[in-house]
Nanobody
């Protein structure tokens, strides 16, 4: 019953911005940390960002720190990833991930392409 649906991906120019959204359902959203991960062409999976249950604590990979911002709205069961100052290296499929002690749940992903 867990559902994670990403949206907001697309084509952006270098230096541009995109905001990704992840709509969650099928579980108590506020009880679990949430994360974003990405898979770039020819590269392994990279953990991009995570946010604590109440939104008070966040983590960012060094590659996106200072450019990306994760946030959540527990009333709307939604987690966001604001991506600014985009680089071609940010091109990837971005996944929303629900973190639990027993397993992780993944969305289908949304494509982000950064190109001039």
């Amino acid at each position: 019953q867990v559902q994670l649906v990403e949206s907001g991906g697309g084509l952006a120019q270098p230096g541009g911005s995109l905001r990704l959204s992840c709509a969650a359902s099928g579980f108590t959203f506020s009880n679990t940390p949430m994360s974003w991960a990405r898979q770039a062409p020819g590269k392994g999976l990279e953990w991009v960002s995570n946010i604590e249950r109440d939104g008070s604590g966040t983590y960012y990979a060094d590659s996106v720190k200072g450019r990306f911002t994760i946030s959540r709205d527990n009333a709307k069961n939604t987690v966001y990833l604001q991506m600014n100052s985009l680089k071609p290296e940010d091109t990837a499929v971005y996944y929303c991930v629900r973190i639990t002690n027993r397993d992780n749940y993944w969305g289908q992903g949304t494509q982000v392409t950064v190109s001039s």
